[in-house]
């Protein structure tokens, strides 16, 4: 299982950033998706979620409004569409996805939003 993730850099508040996620390994159709992220000192959080259809998505409520996650499963990717950035939206990105009892992800991208 692997994911690369890209998309990310250096923007200030208010604009907007699309991150990609691109999984192989596994029958990605198959499986839901995630999006988190990790603040600088802080614990890893969920983003956003999607099932594995993309008909039923999920969000943290601190990016409600502000960020949309979708897939194509003909690309094996998962996007994450990002407006309105605040400050406190820096962090490292990643994707990834559970397996039976196992969760997997990437090594993320780095988004920092500041002026």
């Known amino acids: 299982v692997q994911f690369v993730e890209s998309g990310g850099g250096l923007v200030q508040p208010g604009e907007s950033l699309r991150l990609s996620c691109v999984a192989s390994?596994?029958?990605?159709?198959?499986?839901?998706m995630t999006w988190y992220r990790q603040p600088p000192g802080k614990e890893r959080e969920v983003v956003a979620f999607?099932?594995?259809?993309?008909?039923?998505?999920n969000y943290a409520d601190s990016v409600k409004g502000r960020f949309t996650i979708s897939r194509d499963n003909t690309k094996n990717t998962v996007y994450l569409q990002m407006s309105s950035l605040k400050p406190e939206d820096t962090a490292v990105y990643s994707c990834?996805?559970?397996?039976?009892?196992?969760?997997?992800w990437g090594r993320g991208t780095q988004v920092t939003v500041s002026s």
């Open positions: 990834g996805t559970q397996k039976g009892a196992t969760h997997y």
């Open positions: 390994g596994f029958t990605f159709n198959r499986y839901a």
């Open positions: 999607i099932t594995n259809g993309g008909g039923s998505t």
